[in-house]
């Protein structure tokens, strides 16, 4: 099993959590981006730099994930891939995806889409709290502990 991180947006305390996390469980963590990213000194965390371009670096992540790996991110249709190939998605706020909530999932973020073409102003995502750090915490050591 590995770790894959669509870290371009993942925020810098889920990054920390995550490598705290592969390094307790030994686990190869991989952030994946397409700019430079820093890392701590590790034999099993890692930054791979994709080019610049529009869903580089998810397409990456879905080529190198393998059935059983996790990645961590909030782009649902990445998820959806991963879920699709084998994998398994946990978003920064500490969803756990499934087969069953991905495809609502789709559906909310493509009605969001048509919303946001005609006009309607959305939002976007509430800043990421203390309780939403928690509970991401709290899923990936869940998960960890079952699958790891």
């Not at 890692?46 to 996790?70: H, M």
Request: glycine share 6%; hydrophobic share 45%; charged share 25%.
């Amino acid at each position: 099993m590995r770790i894959w991180v669509d870290a371009d947006a993942c925020p810098k305390v889920i990054k920390e959590i995550l490598f705290r996390a592969a390094e307790r469980r030994q686990i190869p963590l991989t952030l994946v981006a397409n700019k430079l990213l820093h890392c701590p000194p590790s034999q099993l965390i890692r930054a791979l730099q994709v080019p610049a371009g529009f869903d580089v670096a998810d397409n990456k992540i879905v080529e190198l994930t393998e059935p059983g790996d996790l990645v961590i991110t909030a782009d649902i249709p990445l998820a959806a891939q991963v879920i699709a190939k084998g994998g398994h998605a946990l978003n920064p706020r500490g969803e756990l995806y499934t087969a069953d909530t991905i495809r609502e999932r789709l559906a909310m973020r493509d009605f969001m889409d048509v919303l946001r073409s005609s006009g309607v102003e959305t939002g976007g995502p509430a800043a990421l709290s203390q309780a939403d750090r928690q509970m991401f915490a709290n899923q990936l050591d869940r998960f960890l502990a079952k699958h790891a």
